[in-house]
T-cell receptor, first 119, second 117 residues
Framework: AQTVTQSQPEMSVQEAETVTLSCTYD???????LFWYKQPPSRQMILVIR??????QNATENRFSVNFQKAAKSFSLKISDSQLGDTAMYFC????????????????FGKGTKLSVIP | GAVVSQHPSRVICKSGTSVKIECRSL??????MFWYRQFPKKSLMLMAT?????????EQGVEKDKFLINHASLTLSTLTVTSAHPEDSSFYIC?????????????FGPGTRLTVL
């Protein structure tokens, strides 16, 4: 079974500053995806960024980028130029990719990090 | 595109009654839908995986007779909480995987808050 660990229950950052949220995972799989989801107070889950494990290049989406270290099983999220709208719970998630068997394409979530952006 | 709706958004019921929650993919066909439960300030816990036209696969510890899942069409899955009790109060979220998609993205509904009195 896969596990996802987010060691920072809460973090805060000044508006316009940069913050990094950490995530580690444990798996014996070689083919998988990693995700960061944002859950604002509305509770709607929003995909922030995704990374394919076979890609060495770190994914980026505008102000959001990841530092994917496959050997270390680490997948941190960097938010640059933080904005008030970034205030939310952030969940790291793992998806095993296999074409058969239990757990295929299911998301395993970490416990989340509550990020507060301070004006 | 890729919008998933849930109905109702909030429901309050008496203990012992049953509650049905609907999850619909509005602009795509969903071969697979997932049901999650989220306690306050906690993470999402997968309850079951639902494939259209077949029985749902429940995660360990989830009572299949308590949480009935029906996925009768490619755009609708329902979760029925039978004989609800206060401990079933929670936030229930569904997600859908697009038919023919690459499996690497799930589209989430806005969630349903269930309160059992």
């Amino acid at each position: 079974a896969q596990t996802v660990t987010q060691s920072q229950p809460e973090m805060s950052v000044q508006e316009a500053e940069t913050v990094t949220l950490s995530c580690t995972y444990d798996t014996s799989e070689n083919n998988y995806y990693l995700f960061w989801y944002k859950q604002p107070p509305s509770r709607q889950m929003i995909l922030v960024i995704r990374q394919e494990a076979y890609k060495q290049q770190n994914a980026t989406e505008n102000r959001f980028s990841v530092n994917f270290q496959k050997a270390a099983k680490s997948f941190s999220l960097k938010i640059s130029d933080s904005q008030l709208g970034d205030t939310a719970m952030y969940f790291c998630a793992f998806m095993k990719l296999s074409y058969s068997g239990a757990g295929s394409y299911q998301l395993t979530f970490g416990k989340g990090t509550k990020l507060s952006v301070i004006p | 595109g890729a919008v998933v709706s849930q109905h109702p958004s909030r429901v309050i019921c008496k203990s012992g009654t049953s509650v049905k929650i609907e999850c619909r993919s509005l602009d795509f066909q969903a071969t697979t839908m997932f049901w999650y439960r989220q306690f306050p300030k906690k993470s999402l816990m997968l309850m079951a995986t639902s494939n259209e036209g077949s029985k749902a696969t429940y995660e360990q510890g989830v009572e299949k007779d308590k949480f009935l899942i029906n996925h009768a069409s490619l755009t609708l899955s329902t979760l029925t909480v039978t004989s609800a009790h206060p401990e079933d109060s929670s936030f229930y979220i569904c997600s859908a995987e697009e038919r023919g998609g690459s499996h690497n993205e799930q589209f989430f509904g806005p969630g349903t808050r269930l309160t059992v009195l």
